[in-house]
């Protein structure tokens, strides 16, 4: 299609679409491309994730039925982080480093929840060997910080913390509205971190041992290592899981 980059991504997660999201200004503003387009062939976990990332960017031409380009990476080093790596494994560089991720939705702030203290327990990807909420809740205790809320369980997969009033949000444009009025927010390393980095919203991230440490991308953020609660039986499960993953892959 000539002068036009075509992103495919192939997670479908919100980190994952998030990680990609400074591509089509980045292509745009360096005259690297004329025209920019997210191909269908994408993988979205959520219709938000489209219409919040891609919909609503500007540097968007629209979609295509055409297979794209799909780089991913989580290389970093001290002066350059993996949205930084994915940039130039796309060809492009616009000789910024430490990129954010971006969004173009204008959140609505209410003053209201603006003394909150909130917590989101629920994870997708591996967010380290951490098997329950305990070293987080322990934490949280150990430095005198009181949570208001945990947000709503979603999935299957999530780090509790006990004795907290849980939170709802109606879709991902009500939660960037929350997430932007609270005071401070807490989490595991997920989408939700990703997301808070594109809204420039400060967060404490939490991840256990083991985690891939490019994952921890942004300079807004504290991330804190909690070590492990895995037992000998969980590490023996995570070892059998990670052969019959090989053996499946290779079939």
């Known amino acids: 299609m000539g002068n036009t980059l075509i992103i495919e991504i192939k997670k479908g997660g919100l980190g994952d679409h998030l990680f990609y999201s400074h591509l089509p200004r980045i292509a745009k503003q360096t005259l690297a491309f004329e025209k920019v387009l997210i191909s269908n062939h994408s993988y979205f ?3 938000d994730y489209k219409k919040l990332i891609w919909e609503l960017n500007p540097f968007v031409d629209g979609f295509t039925d055409e297979k794209g380009i799909c780089r991913f990476t989580t290389f970093f080093n001290a002066s350059q982080n993996m949205l930084d790596s994915m940039m130039l494994d796309y060809g492009l560089d616009d000789g910024e480093r430490m990129h954010e991720p971006e969004i173009y939705y204008t ?22 060997d951490l ?12 430095n005198q910080i009181h949570i208001d809320y945990q947000m709503r369980f979603l999935g299957k997969r999530q780090l509790p913390i006990s004795n907290t009033p849980s939170y709802s949000c109606k879709d991902i444009f ?16 997920t989408g939700s971190t990703t997301l808070a980095a594109a809204l420039h919203k400060k967060a404490t991230v939490f991840y256990g041992s083991g985690h891939i440490e490019g994952y921890r991308h942004s300079k807004l953020h504290n991330y804190i290592g909690l070590g492990t609660d895995y037992t000998i039986l969980n590490y023996f499960r995570k070892w ?3 052969c019959y993953y090989s053996l499946f892959k290779s079939e």
């Open 45 to 47: 976990r959520s219709a």
């Open 107 to 128: 959140p609505n702030i209410n003053p209201a929840l603006s003394h909150l203290q909130v917590y989101d327990p629920n994870f997708q990807s591996y967010t380290g």
């Open 131 to 142: 098997k329950t909420g305990k070293l987080i809740e322990q934490w949280l205790l150990n």
């Open 174 to 189: 009500e939660f960037c509205d929350f997430l932007a009025s609270i005071d401070r927010f807490y989490c595991v390393n």
């Open 240 to 242: 059998l899981g990670f």
